[in-house]
């Protein structure tokens, strides 16, 4: 049978009359859609900093099971970032982009955490292709995403506009660009 509801789904007052429906035998419907999931919630961000080193690394960071976690990584001069590891997590590039002075760059990796892992150490290192005059990062984790899309739409820019140039832009107080969501 198909129920089409007009007010909000809400597991705990759906019951769904069939016996041993679920593993728990609660005969209750099951919403495998995602819409049960609790909110996306900030749970934590840990920062680090280095100079004149190929590497950047943050630590104290907690591992928890499905979790997300984005790190954010700021370099000057702008140079390519070939790897971020730590927490026993598979990382991967989201997004870079440069400013439009050739002066800085910044790097978006993330990685989804899986119940039943067993963690790396506390510390998340980004290596870069060669040493940098300066690096900053930033180790966020989030709960209550979907681990089969963790991200959305993801856009970046500078003052020459969205996946800008790494050179010809200006110094500006402020910018914007156009961002369509698909």
């Not at 390519?80 to 002075?101: A, F, I, N, P």
């Not at 002066?103 to 790396?120: C, D, E, N, R």
């Amino acid at each position: 049978y198909i129920w089409e509801l007009d007010v909000p789904y809400v597991q705990e007052r759906m019951p769904w009359p069939t016996f041993k429906h679920d593993p728990q035998q609660t005969g209750r419907y099951t919403d495998v859609s995602g819409r049960d999931r609790p909110p996306v919630s900030f749970e934590e961000v840990e920062i680090g900093g280095s100079s004149g080193s190929s590497q950047v690394g943050v630590s104290g960071v907690s591992y928890a099971p499905d979790s997300l976690y984005l790190t954010a990584v700021s370099t000057k001069p702008a140079v390519g970032m070939t790897d971020v590891s730590g927490l026993g997590l598979t990382w991967q590039e989201v997004k870079t982009q440069c400013g439009g002075r050739q002066q800085t760059g910044v790097s978006l990796w993330y990685a989804v955490s899986s119940p039943g892992v067993i963690p790396g150490n506390d510390t998340v290192t980004a290596t870069f292709s060669t040493s940098v005059g300066n690096a900053a990062m930033a180790v966020s984790r989030y709960s209550g995403i979907d681990p089969s899309q963790p991200l959305g739409a993801v856009i970046a820019g500078n003052t020459l506009g969205v996946n800008g140039a790494c050179a010809g832009g200006t110094d500006t107080d402020s910018y914007t660009f156009s961002f369509a969501p698909r």
